[in-house]
């Protein structure tokens, strides 16, 4: 932002200059993830550690990988947040100040906390953390915005439901960072307001033991009978997955802070494939807003990624018919993620990749790195580590050489046609 | 009494209007009833404005407490409603006791605790939380809450009448989950979004003095898709249980009756439980 009576101005203590880009935040559901989101553009990443997260996994970090994600970060100048977006119960509570004084001392720079006990606890205990209000607070409102900037938290990330227009009025009336979801699946529900999951099966969605019981099939029932005829879709509340390339002028312009993107579960691929778009288009547009059009690359290549339908949730209308999941649209994405690159040699043109799925010559490929690099081209020399000819990569994670029609670079990533 | 109107409040079994507010406090308060007036929607940015006038309303009528969940109504109140009591509704986000008393020391003189808690959180959450707890001891209660038009946007995908969508609680709309052939889910739409609720009732009659001896100040009755008959039935049963324990906890004995005069009027479709009082859950 372009914003010279911000930038002129002597910075006055504790109070936060306005970002000039807006950051693109990406999730990381495992300390390899968090490399490849970083190296393709990620001002920041968040993380799940062991406790306190909405996602229970068993990739999520420890201290130790936080430490290391953290120093990692550091050499792109990037941030680690970390979510313990979780409502508490009481016997959650024991742990929580210990586990952010280690959160601290990692070098995390801010939590993503929904839960106030968290919140304070946070201000209290590591004052060099910051506290973003997470979406599972639903706040939707300036109000409610102004309150929890009141309240010392520098960042709010809004409820899925705010539209753009109250986002415009929201960054207007007050100055605090606002951070929004631009991309990646979504509840249907209002944040933190389902507990579809305890009911159905013991386990609390607030805690992180969701299982998605609203993209299950339901059959409406009206005077004690069935809507449904022969050939009609069951009900369900799943919702398509939000996708907001299309509308990144939009969004700056509304003054969002940071533009994040969901899914600490997803794949290297998805997060690398859907980081290099938006990085590529919030450039794009800081370059040359007069000039920024949308490429239609972008777009295919999220698509490479991602198979879910997508749409563009509250921004523009309230979601209908058109962005609810009815029937089965999970096309298979005509890509797969097949390897990575871990070396190439200028001398003889050939590259090094570890497998991720299988692949053989005669088949054709696309590699691309940050920034947009892409190449396509079909697999014709093939090797083992020996260089022996190989007629097929088989094996997780197994070395091979692939000769390259154009110079790639380690950490670019390739993908097979299918 | 927990009254209000779907402009404020959610799932309100019916609306008393801003202008009624008044004769609706006097009653009560001739008959030595509280009132509290629900404001615990959450709310956009053009909501906004009706919050400080509706606020003035409920202080002239005299009203008894505010129940708020969105920050947004504890700033208004503060300067528009300075000298009602406020309590804090989260509905299933009140979980702990930590942020029942941020909440507290932010106003709020009650806190209304998630109805998937069980009686050993209840319990500890109130020791800790040194503010009054409500706890909902019957009914209904809301599974799954969301801003879209869930209903009217299933009816559009299948192309039907829109007169189907029948907005408004209580309009004979369910849900059936394919592998829970058993289990009705009633589900509406009114102006705040959809609503599903779950298909069986709490029923805490038996364990009233436990909840009693847990140290809870409120007892919530939810009044929702139910009859009037019925929810007479239950405010006495619950009623005399309660009036019971207070004479001498020591005399105390459950009156089946109680029970039996609700499960006489009970759905043979919704079965009363005890909700998630005695149940553990993971995560
Ligand atoms: S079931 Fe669906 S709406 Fe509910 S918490 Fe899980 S993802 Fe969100």
Redesign the interface.
């Known amino acids: 932002m372009s914003n010279t009576l911000i930038q002129d101005m002597p910075l006055k203590q504790g109070k936060r200059q306005r970002l000039d880009k807006p950051e693109l935040l990406a999730p990381a559901g495992s300390l390899e993830k968090l490399k490849f989101a970083v190296h393709y553009g990620a001002d920041a990443v968040y993380i799940g550690g062991q406790k306190y997260g909405l996602r229970?996994n068993a990739d999520n970090f420890s201290f130790e990988e936080m430490r290391e994600g953290v120093l990692f970060a550091e050499k792109y100048g990037a941030k680690v947040f970390v979510a313990t977006n979780i409502?508490?119960?009481?016997?959650?509570?024991d742990g929580v100040a210990d586990y952010l004084r280690e959160l601290e001392n990692a070098g995390i720079a801010a939590i993503i906390a929904?839960?106030?006990?968290i919140?304070?606890?946070a201000q209290q205990v590591a004052p060099k953390l910051e506290v973003h209000l997470s979406t599972?607070q639903?706040?939707?409102?300036?109000?409610?915005v102004?309150?929890?900037k009141e309240e010392g938290l520098p960042r709010v990330v809004l409820?899925r439901?705010t539209t753009m227009e109250?986002i415009r009025?929201?960054k207007a009336r007050v100055d605090v960072e606002i951070e929004v979801f631009i991309h990646g699946a979504m509840c249907?529900?209002?944040s933190?307001?389902?507990?579809?999951s305890?009911?159905?099966t013991?386990?609390?969605?607030?805690?992180?033991?969701c299982c998605q019981?609203?993209r299950?099939?339901?059959?409406?029932?009206?005077?004690?009978q069935?809507?449904?005829e022969p050939g009609?879709?069951?009900?369900?509340?799943g919702?398509k997955d939000l996708c907001m390339i299309q509308h990144i002028p939009d969004l700056i312009e509304a003054g969002v802070d940071s533009f994040k993107i969901e899914g600490r579960m997803k794949s290297i691929h998805y997060v690398a494939s859907v980081v290099n778009v938006y990085r590529q288009a919030i450039d794009a547009y800081m370059a040359d807003p007069e000039g920024y059009r949308l490429r239609p690359e972008w777009v295919e290549d999220i698509g490479k990624a991602a198979n879910r339908p997508l749409n563009t949730g509250?921004f523009y209308a309230?979601?209908?018919?058109e962005?609810?999941i009815?029937e089965e649209e999970e096309k298979p994405a005509p890509y797969d993620f097949a390897a990575i690159v871990t070396d190439y040699d200028e001398a003889t043109g050939f590259a090094t990749v570890q497998q991720r799925s299988p692949f053989r010559p005669g088949m054709e490929i696309e590699f691309f790195g940050p920034g947009g690099r892409q190449s396509f081209q079909t697999i014709v020399e093939m090797t083992d580590m020996e260089g022996n000819p190989l007629a097929v990569a088989r094996h997780p994670l197994q070395k091979v050489r692939i000769k390259t029609e154009k110079p790639v670079e380690p950490l670019d990533l390739m993908r097979k046609k299918l | 009494m927990l009254i209000g109107e779907s402009r404020f409040g959610m799932r309100q079994p019916g609306d008393i209007l801003s202008g009624d507010l008044k004769s609706a406090v006097l009653i009560a308060h001739r008959l030595g009833a509280k009132v509290y007036v629900n404001m615990n929607k959450l709310f956009r940015n053009d909501e906004l404005a009706a919050l400080p006038e509706y606020l003035i309303s409920i202080t002239e009528a005299g009203g008894d407490a505010i129940v708020f969940g969105d920050p947004a109504v504890l700033m208004n109140a503060r300067r528009h409603a300075p000298g009602v009591k406020l309590f804090w509704n989260a509905e299933m986000t009140g979980t702990n006791s930590s942020a029942a008393s941020y909440w507290g020391r932010r106003g709020a003189a009650r806190a209304v605790v998630a109805r998937e808690l069980n009686e050993e959180e209840i319990g500890d959450l109130k020791s800790k939380a040194e503010m009054e707890i409500q706890v909902q001891v019957h009914g209904a209660t809301n599974i799954y809450y969301s801003h879209r038009n869930l209903v009217q946007s299933y009816l559009e995908h299948l192309g039907k009448e829109a007169s189907l969508v029948r907005r408004g609680v209580d309009r004979g709309l369910f849900l059936v989950e394919a592998e829970r052939p058993d289990e009705r889910f009633p589900v509406y739409e009114d102006d705040n979004g959809t609503h599903v609720m779950s298909p069986d009732d709490i029923c805490l009659l038996e364990a009233l003095p436990e909840l009693v001896q847990a140290g809870v100040d409120s007892f919530y009755i939810e009044p929702l898709l139910k009859s009037e008959e019925y929810n007479e039935t239950v405010l006495k049963s619950y009623r005399a249980a309660l009036d019971l324990w207070k004479r001498d906890p020591g005399a105390y004995k459950f009156d089946n009756l109680w029970l039996t005069s609700i499960q006489r009027l009970q759905s043979s479709e919704r079965e009363l439980g005890f909700g998630f009082l005695y149940k553990e859950q993971v995560y």
């Not at chain 1, 933190?192 to 579809?196: E, F, I, S, T």
């Not at chain 1, 299950?216 to 004690?224: Q, V």
Request: with cysteine; charged share 20%.
């Open positions: 229970s409502y508490a119960h009481q016997e959650d509570l929904a839960d106030p006990a919140v304070e606890m599972q639903s706040t939707m409102n300036w109000q409610a102004q309150f929890w409820a439901e109250e009025e929201i249907s529900s209002v933190g307001r389902c507990v579809l305890n009911h159905f013991d386990r609390d969605s607030n805690r992180g033991g019981s609203c299950w099939k339901y059959d409406l029932h009206a005077d004690e069935s809507v449904m009609h879709n069951p009900f369900t509340m919702s509250f309230v979601p209908g018919a962005e609810h009815y």
